[in-house]
């Protein structure tokens, strides 16, 4: 009986950063929708923060697995800007078709994710190293690749970037009277696909579990018999993968390419992780609570923004403002976790 219960605290716990997340995220959005009104009342002002988010969702899922494991992984915002460049060369000026440039971007993730999971597993050496020179290294490339930003004119990629998904029930009446229907990008729709995935795998599967393991006690973990080092190559692999795909959502997003492309994103992608309740010690993490952590970080930027505060300094301020709220709270369920 007693063990019931301590379980049931330790899962209390465990999903006490999960409902925080939300219930701020919540908190937020229906403030601004009181306060600020205009916008926010509309639906599709929501649509719109998945819109322009997708390809930060996906890259904070794989943020969130490789701090889970204990590592960070900040090239993602370098390999965006890479796959987008590269997919935006190929169709453009090599004549490329839309299938073969997801396979490039696909590629290009897979590649940095095989070489710094290799480095960070099977060699030791520090992922924040490793990933700070596959930062450089890919934001370079970018840059040899093609030097001017430019918008991709090939027929075929623009039919699939303004794709647009209704969404029934949602729309609403413009200025003029006529009924607008509510969409989302192809993009939302695979952002919101791989949170399903990375959610369904972390709970529910033996490799899941692994990550947890080994992020909580690397020591423990090779007691319980689980690989650590192809463990840990397996989360920057993932995490890899995840950001070529994300390059390639961000694409669909923007339509061009550009040296310039996602900047600051895996910076975006570690606090969303981190508001989400993702620990930077490792061992704790949720992907529900880091795709609420992007809402979270979308919607209090265009609060901002909404309240006339458009400098990028106001938008620095509330972010770090609120990265310092939820590391506090993180350090207050640590804290009363120990003391149980």
Same mark, same amino acid.
């Given at each position: 009986?007693?063990?019931?219960?301590?379980?049931?605290?330790?899962?209390?716990?465990?999903?006490?950063?999960?409902?925080i997340t939300i219930v701020v995220f919540f908190l937020m959005y229906i403030g601004a929708m009181i306060f600020e009104g205009g916008g926010f009342l509309k639906p599709q002002?929501?649509?719109?923060?998945l819109n322009a988010n997708g390809a930060l969702i996906i890259t904070a899922c794989g943020l969130s697995l490789v701090m889970i494991t204990g590592s960070i992984d900040i090239s993602v915002?370098?390999?965006?800007?890479?796959?987008?460049?590269?997919?935006?060369?190929?169709?453009?000026?090599?004549?490329?078709?839309?299938?073969? @440039?997801? &396979?490039? *971007?696909?590629?290009? !993730?897979?590649?940095?994710? %095989?070489?710094? #999971?290799?480095?960070? =597993?099977?060699?030791?050496?520090?992922?924040?190293?490793?990933?700070?020179?596959?930062?450089?290294?890919?934001?370079?490339?970018?840059?040899?690749?093609?030097?001017?930003?430019?918008?991709?004119?090939?027929?075929?990629?623009?039919?699939?970037?303004?794709?647009?998904?209704?969404?029934?029930?949602?729309?609403?009446?413009?200025?003029?009277?006529?009924?607008?229907?509510?969409?989302?990008?192809?993009?939302?729709?695979?952002?919101?696909?791989?949170?399903?995935?990375?959610?369904?795998?972390?709970?529910?599967?033996?490799?899941?579990?692994?990550?947890?393991?080994?992020?909580?006690?690397?020591?423990?973990?090779?007691?319980?018999?689980?690989?650590?080092?192809?463990?840990?190559?397996?989360?920057?692999?993932? @995490?890899? &993968?995840? *950001?070529?795909?994300? !390059?390639?959502?961000?694409? %669909?997003?923007? #339509?061009?390419?550009? =040296?310039?492309?996602?900047?600051?994103?895996?910076?975006?992608?570690?606090?969303?992780?981190?508001?989400?309740?993702?620990?930077?010690?490792?061992?704790?993490?949720?992907?529900?609570?880091?795709?609420?952590?992007?809402?979270?970080?979308?919607?209090?930027?265009?609060?901002?923004?909404?309240?006339?505060?458009?400098?990028?300094?106001?938008?620095?301020?509330?972010?770090?403002?609120?990265?310092?709220?939820?590391?506090?709270?993180?350090?207050?369920?640590?804290?009363?976790?120990?003391?149980?």
């Open positions: 009986m007693k063990s019931k219960s301590l379980k049931k605290v330790s899962l209390s716990d465990a999903n006490l950063l999960l409902t002002t929501f649509f719109n923060i915002g370098g390999v965006v800007a890479l796959v987008s460049m590269c997919c935006a060369v190929y169709l453009d000026f090599k004549g490329g078709n839309v299938f073969v @440039s997801l &396979l490039i *971007a696909l590629a290009i !993730g897979l590649g940095f994710g %095989l070489v710094q #999971g290799f480095l960070v =597993a099977y060699l030791d050496i520090q992922p924040f190293i490793v990933t700070l020179a596959g930062m450089f290294f890919a934001r370079g490339m970018t840059s040899i690749v093609h030097t001017d930003p430019f918008n991709v004119q090939n027929e075929a990629f623009v039919k699939l970037k303004d794709t647009r998904v209704i969404v029934p029930g949602m729309g609403s009446v413009n200025r003029i009277g006529k009924y607008v229907n509510a969409y989302v990008e192809i993009g939302v729709i695979v952002a919101i696909l791989i949170v399903v995935i990375m959610f369904v795998m972390l709970r529910w599967t033996k490799l899941g579990r692994s990550f947890y393991a080994v992020g909580g006690n690397r020591q423990s973990a090779l007691m319980l018999g689980i690989n650590v080092k192809k463990t840990r190559f397996l989360a920057h692999l993932l @995490s890899g &993968l995840l *950001a070529g795909i994300a !390059g390639y959502v961000y694409f %669909l997003h923007v #339509g061009s390419g550009a =040296a310039t492309h996602a900047s600051g994103m895996e910076m975006n992608a570690i606090a969303s992780s981190i508001i989400g309740g993702t620990l930077l010690t490792g061992g704790v993490g949720n992907i529900i609570g880091t795709f609420f952590g992007v809402l979270s970080l979308s919607t209090i930027q265009n609060i901002v923004s909404s309240a006339g505060l458009d400098q990028a300094w106001w938008t620095g301020i509330t972010i770090a403002a609120m990265l310092c709220l939820f590391l506090v709270i993180q350090s207050v369920v640590l804290a009363r976790k120990k003391r149980k």
